[in-house]
């Protein structure tokens, strides 16, 4: 038994919060009370901490299989753990891509030998990503994948997004939109505006988010599918989708932490680890999207944690690669910029984090419930962290928030029933 004393408890999924007792047997949570006075074989004094259920990613790159080098079920499985997260679903532009059953079968398989939190595969919409032919969308369902996406790629051909729109419906399952209308921003490095112009380099116009965002709110609309938005990055697809949301469309979103951290001036001096797709935006985005993420117009936090090697970094800023890791600092770079800040408050980012993700992939899990398996973590908020990067736990150490001060440091982490990260920083 494991006897956890005095930790404020948030679990908004379940409308509790306050100093709760927690006492957990055989990896289940058997009580939840204000006091718990038991013999246990391990006590964890959580007074003046704070008890969250297990954040839960529902857009990350783990790599694997096929670029093992950038990041690995096992690696990225760790990165998780450090960073608060007990579920990660991932994107399916690995090599081969998620687009059958074997590759689906081959995540589970793999992760059921690792064991240490809940990895979900999300399928490809079309065969190879390619845009093109629809994948087999029910073979993909019944292999267990929670949703389809050809995240990395946008689907172009608004015939074929119809398609698998009315699809998913059949089988129910969330339709995950990269908005990019590659005519657009193709060859783009960066925001398109006075930044790219004085830096040189080739922009990216917000217009090529907008412009499919509503193209496939439209498409929601015609097939009333559910259709999520991913990574969204400018203040006119907020308000696109606040919009949609009062017209009774069947849309959810998110966004990232970078896109509410970090605006397009820190490309200044060409840090090839703000470069990331879509790209930084104007501070003005970034206000919108606080608000979008305050009035709930933003369901979701989610990671886009995207690994890649020095090599594919350390070179020009034209020839680097799109993405940053963040499955490490998703939380303390939600804590300090939305949290100290009061635009939302500890229980709405659990509900971001946890809970909205849960419900918006169908998963059964996102609250800390009597009978369950363990699944919360233990956060210290009066300790602050540093972020370097030999203390990274992602093989791959792409981020730009190299040196910044953090709030909120991750004592215990439960997942799966078990205790698997100890007071160890």
């Known amino acids: 038994m494991v006897l956890i004393k005095g930790g404020y408890l948030v679990d908004p999924g379940n409308k509790r919060e306050g100093v709760f007792d927690i006492l957990i047997a055989d990896g289940k949570v058997i009580k939840i009370e204000k006091e718990i006075n038991q013999d246990a074989e391990r006590l964890i004094n959580a007074q003046g901490k704070f008890i969250l259920p297990g954040l839960i990613d529902m857009h990350c790159h783990l790599r694997e299989p096929g670029r093992e080098d950038e990041e690995t079920l096992l690696s990225g499985s760790w990165a998780g753990i450090r960073g608060g997260f007990t579920t990660l679903c991932c994107m399916p532009n690995t090599q081969p891509p998620i687009d059958n059953q074997g590759v689906v079968e081959y995540i589970y398989n793999e992760n059921r030998k690792i064991g240490l939190i809940d990895i979900f595969p999300i399928g490809a919409i079309t065969k190879n990503r390619e845009g093109k032919e629809l994948t087999e969308i029910g073979e993909l369902k019944r292999a267990g994948v929670v949703a389809i996406s050809d995240d990395g790629n946008c689907v172009m051909d608004s015939e074929v997004m119809r398609r698998a729109m009315e699809y998913s419906k059949m089988f129910d399952l969330l339709v995950i939109s990269h908005c990019e209308d590659i005519n657009l921003s193709c060859g783009g490095l960066m925001n398109e505006g006075y930044i790219s112009s004085i830096l040189g380099l080739k922009g990216i116009p917000r217009q090529a988010e907008t412009i499919?965002?509503?193209?496939?709110?439209?498409?929601?609309?015609?097939?009333?599918?559910?259709?999520?938005?991913?990574?969204?990055?400018?203040?006119?697809?907020?308000?696109?989708?606040?919009?949609?949301?009062?017209?009774?469309?069947?849309?959810?979103?998110?966004?990232?932490?970078?896109?509410?951290?970090?605006?397009?001036?820190?490309?200044?001096?060409?840090?090839?680890?703000?470069?990331?797709?879509?790209?930084?935006?104007?501070?003005?985005?970034?206000?919108?999207?606080?608000?979008?993420?305050?009035?709930?117009?933003?369901?979701?936090?989610?990671?886009?944690?995207?690994?890649?090697?020095?090599?594919?970094?350390?070179?020009?800023?034209?020839?680097?690669?799109?993405?940053?890791?963040?499955?490490?600092?998703?939380?303390?770079?939600?804590?300090?910029?939305?949290?100290?800040?009061?635009?939302?408050?500890?229980?709405?980012?659990?509900?971001?984090?946890?809970?909205?993700?849960?419900?918006?992939?169908?998963?059964?899990?996102?609250?800390?419930?009597?009978?369950?398996?363990?699944?919360?973590?233990?956060?210290?908020?009066?300790?602050?962290?540093?972020?370097?990067?030999?203390?990274?736990?992602?093989?791959?150490?792409?981020?730009?928030?190299?040196?910044?001060?953090?709030?909120?440091?991750?004592?215990?982490?439960?997942?799966?029933?078990?205790?698997?990260?100890?007071?160890?920083?």
């Open 212 to 425: 499919m965002v509503a193209r496939d709110l439209e498409l929601a609309r015609l097939t009333q599918a559910r259709l999520h938005i991913a990574h969204v990055s400018t203040k006119e697809a907020v308000e696109l989708i606040r919009q949609a949301k009062k017209e009774g469309i069947k849309v959810t979103s998110e966004t990232c932490p970078h896109y509410f951290s970090l605006n397009e001036e820190t490309i200044l001096g060409y840090n090839t680890n703000c470069k990331v797709n879509p790209p930084l935006r104007t501070q003005e985005d970034i206000e919108a999207i606080k608000e979008g993420l305050r009035d709930g117009t933003i369901d979701v936090i989610a990671t886009d944690h995207a690994p890649h090697t020095d090599f594919e970094k350390d070179t020009e800023f034209e020839q680097a690669s799109f993405g940053i890791i963040g499955l490490e600092t998703a939380l303390g770079i939600t804590l300090k910029e939305l949290v100290e800040t009061k635009i939302i408050t500890l229980s709405q980012l659990v509900e971001r984090m946890v809970l909205y993700p849960a419900k918006i992939v169908g998963m059964e899990k996102g609250t800390i419930d009597i009978g369950e398996p363990a699944e919360f973590i233990i956060l210290d908020l009066h300790k602050s962290w540093k972020v370097e990067k030999e203390k990274i736990v992602s093989k791959s150490k792409n981020t730009p928030f190299l040196n910044w001060t953090l709030p909120g440091v991750i004592e215990y982490v439960f997942a799966k029933g078990k205790m698997v990260l100890g007071n160890t920083n």
